[in-house]
């Protein structure tokens, strides 16, 4: 599928092959008036509609002339630039994703192609109204100072209605000029306000702007504790990508964490970076997507997709949290973030810093080896401490049937709000309860689209499915033995621990932050705020509380129930129990107060308690690489995944059973199933799996392909390849 490279050369005048933004494999051939170079925008007709595309090679040629459709340049000539075509090839090729699909992450706005149009603006003519009304004379006053501004802006600042403003334009005494349709996006500023930065954070900023310096690829895990000023310190590396007047591209694990992201950069730089995620309308997408096209967007901080953009010039990639799974894009192309940026900075030829307290263990064991620079921050910054851990075990430390926190929780609750001080609680689960069964003959109500239960959300008097979405109200009799009103909620979800913490403590201020509460984000960002500002005294929340967060006055942070970990047959589960866990508990005592995190248990000789406990991470880590080892399982040997979906369960099962059979036989290769997946029914459809396990010297890809090609099935399955998984449901 790779077409020849192009990058330096012209393509033959008048024909090229085009790669289209939708599902194909292939780039098709076109005639151009012109000759094209590689990463042209055209416009490329396809059947009875025109479709954008990109001059991505060299025609395959097999198409007759007469037949050979044209294709235009866009006005302006926009194009991709050729790093970006490069990543997009070699994106399609590790993920098995067909390259138009990749293209099209690369094309998230259509609309930053089409012509620049002028905003009309005003300012003072010489024109005078036949009255000069005390409305008209502030609206004068107002454009006095010679800016342009739009109708709307002297209406709202001359505190006038725009037909005022309108009055003034008819009598000549206003008038129009064009301004550019954006304002242009202001610049950092590397010297805006520099922190003093503390021994180790200076090494580790020396060596960061060395490699922004150096312009070459090379990998940095910023492997900081929490609180230790990772971001200070990577700001350091951003400002002086900045000074060479280089593109630096931030990215986050969700977009939840920018909002204070933003404000921290604007404190650091002085203004805003561009931001890039999918909340952006139509319209700021164009603006951003031009102004890094153009160089004039210096630094963007944006979620996954932001990977896609086409930088002008990119001089250094962050990568913030870098062991968040929220970095694994699940649908349509599956791909890891992660190491799609440390891709894309290799075909750029920039350096890349991973950060984290609790790093992935494969970039932890990539440091370990040496192929990573480990810049290493060992404690807080000022004199801040690590939060003391300790675990309360539940089988017999709880409280009266029914009730999530253990008296001693609710004692150093107590304790933490008497003296001032702030509390979090920190319970993954979204909701009033994560199962409702019948009491009288055990039936649980599941979703009628997924093998999941419903999880009831009592604010809002629904049961929800949190794979599918579907919704129900509560059935007043259990639909299996028609007992009335017999219906229990089990287990605690956030909603349920707050009601119980407004029973225990009616007087506190508090609120919840989950990613579905009522008010949607807007009501979470408020939770946020509230604590960030001191207006509640305890903050109930999800993962999205977990981490990220800077709270001064947070000193007690409660885990509701840490046995909440992952799955049997889920390589990363201990990993990832490991990880959220001492992020939350890194959420407290990050000023002058010292932190206590009390941690709710059935297992409390289990390795990751332990772990926690002894706050010896690398212990941990190591212990995990060993256990991976043994077992060939990433980052010593590879896998992928290939999830088998459709609405008929029979095909799928057959279709299962028909790749197993055809899965060629070759050296370190092994192929796990079918079996039904961990969720064997997803929004109405079947799922089964296979497991492919290699060495790490196997390439994976060619074995899938030549595998997949092979291999004839049902029309209605779905097959989906998901290299490198991290989700094994
Ligand atoms: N050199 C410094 N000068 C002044 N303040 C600093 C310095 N380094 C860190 N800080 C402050 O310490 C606090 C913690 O830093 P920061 O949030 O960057 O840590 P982090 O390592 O990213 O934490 P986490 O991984 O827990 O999110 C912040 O308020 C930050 O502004
Ligand atoms: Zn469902």
């Known amino acids: 599928m790779t077409a020849p490279d192009l990058k330096s050369g012209k393509t033959d005048c008048c024909r090229a092959g085009v790669l289209l933004p939708l599902p194909l494999a292939d780039a098709y051939d076109y005639k151009l008036s012109v000759p094209a170079r590689r990463g042209q925008i055209v416009a490329a007709p396809l059947g009875p509609r ?3 595309g990109v001059v991505w090679g060299d025609a395959a040629g097999g198409v007759a002339e007469p037949r050979l459709k044209q294709a235009v340049p866009l006005d302006g000539e926009p194009a991709l630039p050729p790093g970006l075509c490069d990543f997009v090839d070699w994106v399609a090729q590790y993920t098995l994703t067909l390259p138009g699909m990749v293209l099209a992450m690369a094309l998230r706005s259509r609309q930053a192609f089409e012509p620049e149009s002028a905003r009309v603006a005003y300012i003072k003519g010489d024109g005078l109204p036949k009255k000069l009304t005390p409305a008209r004379q502030r609206v004068l006053d107002t454009a006095a100072d010679g800016l342009a ?3 709307p802006q002297l ?7 725009p037909a005022v403003v309108r009055g003034l334009i008819d009598c000549g005494a206003l008038i129009p000029v064009d301004l550019p349709e954006f304002d242009p996006f202001p610049r950092p500023d590397p010297d805006f306000s520099q922190p003093v930065l503390d021994t180790e954070q200076d090494l580790a900023a020396h060596v960061m702007k060395g490699a922004v310096k150096a312009k070459r690829f090379g990998v940095s895990l910023l492997d900081g504790v929490t609180g230790s000023g990772k971001t200070e310190t990577y700001f350091e590396a951003a400002a002086e990508a900045v000074r060479l007047g280089r593109q630096v591209l931030i990215l986050l694990p969700e977009i939840a964490l920018t909002v204070q992201f933003l404000d921290r950069f604007a404190a650091r730089f002085g203004v805003r970076p561009a931001e890039w995620h999918s909340d952006l309308s139509q319209r700021e997408r164009r603006r951003v997507y031009r102004a890094v096209m153009s160089g004039e967007a210096r630094v963007v901080v944006g979620a996954r997709s932001a990977l896609f953009l086409p930088f002008k010039d990119l001089g250094l990639v962050i990568v913030d949290e870098e062991h968040e799974q929220a970095y694994k894009q699940e649908d349509g192309a599956i791909y890891h973030a992660r190491d799609m940026a440390v891709v894309r900075a290799r075909i750029e030829g920039c350096p890349v810093v991973l950060a984290s307290a609790t790093p992935s263990l494969e970039s932890y064991v990539n440091a370990k080896t040496g192929r990573y620079a480990h810049l290493r921050l060992t404690s ?3 004199a801040a401490v690590l939060p003391e851990v300790r675990l309360i075990d539940l089988r017999n430390d709880r409280g009266d049937p029914g009730t999530f926190l253990s008296p001693t929780l609710r004692g150093a609750l107590a304790t933490t709000i008497e003296a001032g001080e702030q509390a979090m609680l920190f319970l993954n689960r979204r909701g009033y309860a994560p199962l409702t069964l019948c009491e009288s003959c055990g039936h649980k109500l599941v979703c009628r689209n997924c093998s999941a239960w419903l999880v009831e959300h ?4 629904r049961l929800v499915c949190h794979h599918c979405g579907y919704e129900t ?12 009103g017999a219906f229990t909620a089990c287990g605690p979800g956030v909603e349920r621990v707050m009601e119980e913490f407004k029973l225990a403590f009616p007087e506190v201020r508090v609120a919840i932050a989950s990613s579905d509460t009522m008010g949607g984000p807007a009501e979470m960002q408020l939770a946020i705020r509230a604590m960030m500002k001191r207006e509640i005294d305890v903050l109930i929340g999800t993962q999205i509380v977990a981490k990220g967060h800077h709270f001064p006055q947070l000193t007690l942070v409660g885990v509701v129930d840490a046995d909440l970990g992952g799955s049997d047959g889920d390589l990363r589960a201990r990993e990832r129990t490991f990880q959220l866990l ?5 959420r407290a005592g990050r000023a002058e107060k010292p932190g206590l995190v009390l941690m709710q248990t059935r297992n409390p000789k289990d390795a990751v308690m332990q772990a926690l ?7 941990f880590y190591d212990q995990e690489t060993k256990y991976r080892e043994v077992t060939h399982a990433p980052p010593f040997g590879r896998l992928a995944a290939i999830i088998l979906s459709g609405h008929d369960g029979d095909a799928v099962r057959s279709a299962g059973r028909i790749l197993a059979q055809t899965a060629p036989a070759a050296r370190a290769v092994k192929v796990w199933g079918p079996t039904p997946a961990f969720y064997s029914l997803l929004r109405g459809q079947t799922r089964e799996r296979l497991l492919v396990q290699t060495e790490k010297s196997v390439d994976i890809q060619a074995y899938l392909r030549t595998w997949l090609a092979a291999a004839t099935l049902p029309k209605n399955v779905r097959v989906v390849v998901d290299v490198d998984p991290v989700s094994f449901f």
């Open 149 to 151: 501004r739009s109708v």
């Open 473 to 484: 109200g509560l059935p007043t009799e259990c639909p299996e033995c028609h007992t009335q």
């Open 50 to 52: 025109t479709s954008i």
């Open 380 to 382: 807080r910054h000022g």
């Open 155 to 161: 209406a709202e600042e001359a505190n006038v209605t």
């Open 582 to 586: 001492h992020q939350v508990a890194g």
């Open 613 to 619: 406990i002894a706050s010896d991470r690398d212990a």
């Open 458 to 461: 009592r604010y809002r008097k």
